[in-house]
């Protein structure tokens, strides 16, 4: 997943301080844990609140455990103290060999003395959580999904009493797991109340990020609920940002890959049910007509094609330029409807690309010589995954000193030369890849870069030369005889 | 974390890129200048040939220059920033 955090910079220095991380486990214990989890189509938001007491002087690190398959889903993990907005440090300790779990440890503000209290927010969204359950649907029926999750949160320290609720978007919910044979309750496990399952409260856990109490004490709960909105996922998504000095533009262009993550069609595709269900407003949850997409301010000259060839059904409407690095309050919004309404289980692909000022996305410090530029990563589309994406940044020509900051760690980084118009020794491009991007991984790219002025006179210099060539030709031409009898 | 908040910072401060010409008046600039560009290479068809072509490589040398420039604006004008 990517994350905003560092790993531990040296291995030997995490296999010092996980021991030691094992005897913190003494100096912490949960006086309470609260999960939250908002179910959603292709994202899960999960929200987990704990009130930890410190059991010893100066205790300053506290340390949570996921279980393996939800780590696997989990694409975000931020930390603060309850009421708070700065974000906690958070360090990533990988995988637990003996325990089967994995640790990250956040550092808090202010070490805690013996029997003083903190609340803990830990925020998490988790991606392919869920499934269409049934896997197949008619165009008429509707749709819903399954999320499977462990019953109780590990920590690696006491919990005096948690519990876990679960909140659907609607109140249709068709079943929900009834754990049996919970040892750390004697009410009902499960209670239902709208749309709210609330499991728990279980009291007195032990230290549960072991594999023994994985095997032995942790349950499964699966909830079926219905899900009225459509689950979009884009398996792929290629951004390029080109910049231009001469034309003073940013243009980016987006490659989509959309993929519609509910049931799946069951028989044929009725354009007459479709048309009917539309006429009388009740258009099916699991087929996606239109999107819209909210793009930044003060864009103009917006494209969109697919294969076929250019889509006319779309309908942009822009906003006027924002000052650079301001908060986006204001954006275009392109609504977007493609050749066919993506049912259940088909794709569609196409690519959207738009020209915006450069004035707001790059500045220029005179002092040391430097363009900065901001790229933002993606247009985010609420409530959507994004599996692969890959962003390509094209600096102008002969650009030097090249440096970028990214917001969350790229799977892959590479630097290499892209040619395109009027280039003569090509213009360099960085190449970023991340996976499974949600709805709150919309942040900004920052390059750094120089470009001499003799590297901006590199095109009208190629052009001039082009034609200096042309008229060499016709000076040659002209003093070469090309009768064919002499007079 | 650091690196990135200052650039953000950096980004935030420094004063927006300005062109060193407005993109206004590139649309102008392109048709003057290849205007001038086309009415040199006419002249230079009808320069008479010399043993040492001062005269019609300045004239060329003219007419290059200004295209050259002229084509970066009109490929500037029509869409295709390069």
Known sequence: MPRHWRAPFSFLLSVVILPLCTSAANSFENTAIVRTVELGGALVHVTTTYAVKALEDGSSVYTIALAEQEHAHTSWLEAKLKGESERLPLEDFGFHQDSGVFLYTIELPKALNTNQTANLVIETVQTHATYPWPEEAGQKDGQSLKYEAELLVLSPYKTAVQRTKVRSPSPQIHSYTTPEDVEFTTDAVATKSGATITYGPFHDIPPSATSDFADKKQKHITVHYSYDYPVLEVTKLERAAEVSHWGANLNIEDKYWLHNAGPRLKGHFSRLEYQTQNYFGRPAPHTIPALQLHLPAGIHDAYYYDLVGNVSTSHLRTTPSIPKGAAPNQYSVLELRPRYPIVGGWNYSFTLGWDSPLEDYAGYDKATGKYVVSVPIMTVIPGSVVDEAEVKIVLPEGATDIEYFVPYPALDETISTHISYLDTVGRPKITLKYAQLTDKHGGNIYVTYKVPFSAHMKKPVAVTTAFAGIFTLALAWKRVDFRIRRK | ?82
């Open chain 2, 1 to 82: 974390m650091a690196d990135y908040l200052s650039v953000q910072a950096l980004h935030k401060a420094t004063p927006a890129f300005s062109p060193a010409v407005p993109v206004a008046l590139l649309p102008y600039l392109a048709f003057v200048l290849l205007s001038a560009t086309f009415a040199l290479a006419f002249y230079f068809s009808t320069l008479p040939k010399e043993k040492i072509p001062a005269h019609e490589l300045a004239v060329a040398s003219a007419a290059s220059l200004l295209g050259g420039f002229g084509v970066v604006a009109l490929f500037c004008s029509v869409g295709v920033y390069v």
